[in-house]
């Protein structure tokens, strides 16, 4: 994963996450392994490393619903393809409304769910404590819950596909930072970085939070920007959780690992657009008081790690991508908010196609840049976080 830095390549990824490496990986499994990834700091560095790792099909836009679909079971043949075990565990999604409007969109999405053939079901409140029956339902109008949602450890998903690429031929240069990019027209592209110069036929922006400072350096202005995103894990409990829990209003968000510890989140309103990685007492105070109405007996577990990694929020909820416009050979590949981790199997795999000279898959026409100037596409509403 270091080594010398090749002169030329015929593809350069920027970016080392989940996206930047699947992407390599499915363009050696095609045989064209004539890829340099270049990643600034360790894997894993970026939000890739940093989430909570759901992969749901529970989604507002028939888009999302099939691509997510597909990607859980790219998720479900992971361990037998890449020979690594990502710790997928089925245990479901289970969405909270606490408002009327709520329960109307929820219906909605469910209605659509079910049509794409997930098996999402509105559930009544005096119901919900057959799924969690530990979780205090004052206040909850309305349920959903599809069983076959899940979740992922990130960590081995990222090292599989490194691993798999590189056996493959790809070349992955960790600690080498992209500082500029100049465009030489016909010939490409000359990549600067802190480790020496690469030429290259085609370069894709897989930078994630900093994608548009990487869009820049080819004078393109993204409309996607960072925004912090904090998470905790707290002391192992006695297994007792299986799906992932989620409470619409707040954002509230929580899981249970393998081990044991309880995984959660919540939005924390008013943020800078800026990669900011800290963690706040703000933060701990929000979560504690949703988390702990909803499940009194969290009140006195002690939090082991807090952290916090950069959400990519494109305007839409969708992401970016196909080649920017204006720049033949330079492809985006970012936006991907919060779920970008459960979307990369996929997108990564119907990238690699249409660069391969395969089909083109049709999120290649409605996630591109120009939407934002001119013909936008169905937002995505069941954005958490
Ligand atoms: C707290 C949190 C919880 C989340 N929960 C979920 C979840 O449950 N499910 C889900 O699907 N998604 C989740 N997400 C979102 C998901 O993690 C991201 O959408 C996904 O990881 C994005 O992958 P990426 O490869 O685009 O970006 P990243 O993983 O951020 O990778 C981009 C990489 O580019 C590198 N880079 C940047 N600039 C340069 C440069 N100039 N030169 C070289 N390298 C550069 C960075 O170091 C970084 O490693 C969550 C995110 C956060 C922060």
């Known amino acids: 994963m270091t080594g010398t830095l090749p002169a030329e390549a015929e593809t350069v990824i920027i970016g080392g996450g989940i996206m930047g490496l699947g992407i390599a990986y499915e363009l050696a499994r095609r045989g064209r392994s004539d890829v340099v990834v270049l990643e600034r700091s360790y894997l894993a560095s970026g939000a890739s490393g940093r989430n909570g790792g759901g992969v749901r099909m529970q989604w507002s836009t028939e888009m999302n619903i099939r691509l997510m679909q597909e990607s859980i079971e790219?998720?479900?043949?992971?361990?037998?393809?890449?020979?690594?075990?990502?710790?997928?565990?089925?245990?479901?999604?289970?969405?909270?409304?606490?408002?009327?409007?709520?329960?109307?969109?929820?219906?909605?999405?469910?209605?659509?769910?079910?049509?794409?053939?997930?098996?999402?079901?509105?559930?009544?409140?005096?119901?919900?404590?057959?799924?969690?029956?530990?979780?205090?339902?004052?206040?909850?109008?309305?349920?959903?819950?599809?069983?076959?949602?899940?979740?992922?450890?990130?960590?081995?998903?990222?090292?599989?596909?490194?691993?798999?690429?590189?056996?493959?031929?790809?070349?992955?240069?960790?600690?080498?930072?992209?500082?500029?990019?100049?465009?030489?027209?016909?010939?490409?592209?000359?990549?600067?970085?802190?480790?020496?110069?690469?030429?290259?036929?085609?370069?894709?922006?897989?930078?994630?939070?900093?994608?548009?400072?990487?869009?820049?350096m080819v004078g393109i202005q993204l409309p996607n920007y960072p925004h912090r995103h904090e998470i905790l894990s707290t002391e192992p409990l006695k297994p007792f959780l299986r799906p992932m829990v989620s409470v619409l209003q707040s954002g509230l968000y929580f899981s249970q690992s393998m081990r044991g510890e309880i995984v959660t989140g919540i939005t924390v309103p008013d943020e800078a657009r800026q990669v900011r990685l800290g963690s706040r007492l703000l933060f701990l105070e929000l979560l504690a008081r949703e988390i702990v109405r909803l499940v009194p007996q969290f009140a006195g577990v002690k939090v082991l790690r807090q952290w916090a990694g950069p959400y990519d929020i494109s305007p839409d909820g969708h992401p970016i991508l196909g080649e920017a416009p204006g720049v033949p050979g330079f492809y985006l590949c970012c936006g991907f908010v919060g779920h970008g981790f459960m979307m990369a199997p996929v997108v990564a795999r119907y990238y690699a196609e249409w660069l391969c000279g395969g089909p083109r898959h049709p999120i290649f026409d409605r996630c591109t840049l120009s939407r934002f100037s001119g013909s936008p596409i169905d937002p995505e509403e069941m954005i958490i976080g």
């Open 74 to 216: 790219i998720c479900r043949a992971f361990a037998s393809e890449m020979g690594i075990n990502i710790w997928l565990r089925q245990g479901g999604y289970l969405f909270l409304a606490r408002t009327e409007a709520e329960r109307a969109r929820m219906e909605r999405n469910v209605a659509l769910q079910q049509r794409c053939g997930v098996p999402t079901e509105m559930i009544e409140p005096r119901h919900i404590r057959r799924i969690v029956p530990e979780l205090n339902t004052d206040g909850i109008v309305a349920a959903c819950y599809n069983p076959r949602d899940g979740i992922v450890f990130p960590w081995p998903f990222l090292w599989g596909y490194a691993a798999r690429a590189a056996e493959l031929g790809v070349s992955l240069h960790l600690y080498t930072a992209v500082t500029a990019i100049e465009h030489l027209g016909p010939r490409g592209f000359l990549v600067h970085t802190s480790k020496g110069l690469v030429r290259a036929e085609r370069v894709i922006n897989a930078a994630g939070a900093w994608s548009p400072e990487v869009a820049r």
